[in-house]
């Protein structure tokens, strides 16, 4: 049986939008291209890659509980008129 866990799929999918470049400080900014305010910084690229994990993740939860529209990221839609629409078509 093949499970599929939304958020992780669309949390994944995101990051596959990912940005880094090395600031003139030696620390390295990263960013989610597709999610306005999604961004890092830290002392290396791994580090970087960790937090922009964690801040796409708290930026996705925050926004739908508050709401927000959030992105479509390669067909998934969190938004809840579409998880409504989804649900009542099964």
């Known amino acids: 049986m093949?499970?599929?866990y939304i958020l992780t799929d669309y949390i994944e999918?995101?990051?596959e939008y990912s940005e880094y470049e090395i600031l003139e400080d030696g620390?390295?900014?990263g960013r989610v291209t597709v999610c306005?305010?999604?961004i890092a910084i830290g002392n290396n690229l791994a580090e970087t890659s960790k937090m922009l994990k964690?801040?796409?993740e708290e930026w996705v939860?925050?926004?739908l509980k508050l709401g927000h529209e959030l992105p479509v990221i390669n067909g998934i839609d969190?938004?809840?008129g579409s998880l409504?629409?989804?649900h009542e078509a099964v």
């Open 13 to 15: 999918n995101a990051l």
């Open 27 to 29: 620390t390295f900014f």
């Open 2 to 4: 093949n499970i599929k």
């Open 84 to 86: 409504v629409s989804e």
């Open 36 to 38: 306005k305010g999604v």
């Open 61 to 63: 939860l925050l926004g």
């Open 54 to 56: 964690s801040v796409l």
């Open 78 to 80: 969190l938004n809840i």
